[in-house]
């Protein structure tokens, strides 16, 4: 959306492409449901005032795991930006 591309140009990737694209695509997906399913989250007692079992996840994304929950939001924070500066970059050479 930011790279403002002409909707009419086509993208035609070749079969080497397209075979690399699977099989990465493939591994990551195992490793995502390996991950999922190995994963071993510690029930923490509810208390009557606690309806959602988020609230765990909430205070152990802003506790035990702060500094990567901060650094992923940086690093989309940075790629936001850097395609908006391309994006611009982009749009200034097609004026001129």
Do not use: H, N
């Amino acid at each position: 959306m930011l790279t403002s591309k002409s909707p009419f140009s086509r993208f035609e990737p070749t079969r080497g492409q397209v075979l690399i694209s699977a099989i990465i695509g493939g591994v990551m997906l195992i490793a995502l449901l390996l991950a999922i399913f190995s994963a071993t989250f510690p029930m923490a007692a509810q208390s009557p005032g606690e309806a959602y079992p988020l609230v765990s996840l909430g205070r152990a994304l802003l506790g035990d795991y702060l500094v990567p929950f901060e650094l992923a939001s940086v690093l989309l924070l940075v790629v936001m930006i850097g395609a908006a500066y391309l994006a611009k970059a982009r749009r200034s050479e097609d004026k001129g």
